[in-house]
């Protein structure tokens, strides 16, 4: 039984990292090898694609760099996400997940990008332009778009003031006005990243809002998110996961309290 558990798990650490498996097995972590990879990765409401984003932002926080290596590697050799779409998860967990941290991230990426490429003797392909922006550089309309898509994004009837260097600058004319609305990630691509993000950093608000805004628009279902805590908790450990379900649960309730509301209006 040993043997077969231990097989199932190199097995599918090889699917999963691209790689085969540590060459010692028989150490300590040898059976949280076999229940990552064998059993939370193998699980069939999130694909593999989906679990990518939560790992990602995970390892990116965790400041552990063999494992970051590792999963940026992954995820760019096996497929799962392209080039651009790795970038724009960089730029999302920077925003979420913080600056620093995301810059080695993004360091990371493209020296994967690059030994990936040197493996299979391939030239890296130029890098797509930035320009020109898919949203608007007039100020005020600008403006308009980050309060419309903090509303959209939130499933709130509200967005915050624009007269704040914080709220103004940074949530109405970048993170929403830019960020959530680039085209080379899509909204349910975006929200993982954000939930995990928000379950790391310990803000009890965010980490409500954002729940409740992923499960409230069905970007996320409830089993869905439900799998995306225990990813959550595979990366980032047991206590944080544990905190992060508490919220999921009571959200579930808020969101089919609002639900049943609205089929009762006429």
């Known amino acids: 039984m040993v043997a077969e558990s231990a097989a199932r798990g190199s097995t599918a650490f090889t699917e999963v990292m691209t ?21 939370v990765w193998q699980r069939p409401v999130l694909s593999r694609r989906d679990r990518r984003f939560i790992t990602l932002a995970c390892v990116a926080d965790a400041d552990a760099d063999r494992p970051l290596r590792d999963h940026v590697y992954a995820a760019l050799n096996s497929g799962d996400l392209t ?12 925003v979420y997940g913080g600056w620093p941290k995301a810059s080695r991230l993004a360091m990371m990426v493209d020296e994967q990008w690059q030994h990936i490429h040197d493996e299979r003797g ?16 007039d100020p005020e309309r600008r403006l308009a778009l980050g309060e419309q898509a903090f509303k959209d994004i939130n499933c709130l009837e509200f967005a915050p003031p624009r007269d704040h260097p914080f709220h103004g600058a940074g949530i109405l004319n970048f993170v929403f006005g830019e960020m959530w609305l680039r085209p080379g990630l899509g909204m349910r691509e975006r929200r993982l990243v954000t939930v995990a993000c928000v379950a790391f950093q310990d803000a009890p608000f965010p980490i409500m809002s954002h729940v409740y805004a992923a499960l409230k628009s069905r970007d996320l279902s409830f089993d869905e998110m439900d799998e ?28 089919t309290a609002e639900w049943a509301a609205e089929q009762r209006t006429p």
């Open 228 to 255: 995306l805590a225990l990813q959550f908790g595979a990366y980032c450990g047991w206590p944080k996961a544990a905190s992060l379900g508490q919220v999921v649960e009571e959200q579930k309730q808020r969101v």
């Open 122 to 137: 391939e030239p890296v392909p130029p890098p797509a332009s930035l320009l020109p922006l898919s949203t608007p550089s």
């Open 19 to 39: 790689t085969p498996p540590p060459a010692d097995t028989s150490g300590p972590l040898t059976g949280l090898l076999d229940f990552v990879f064998a059993d």
């Open 83 to 94: 080039f651009t779409e790795m970038q724009e998860t960089v730029l999302h967990f920077a």
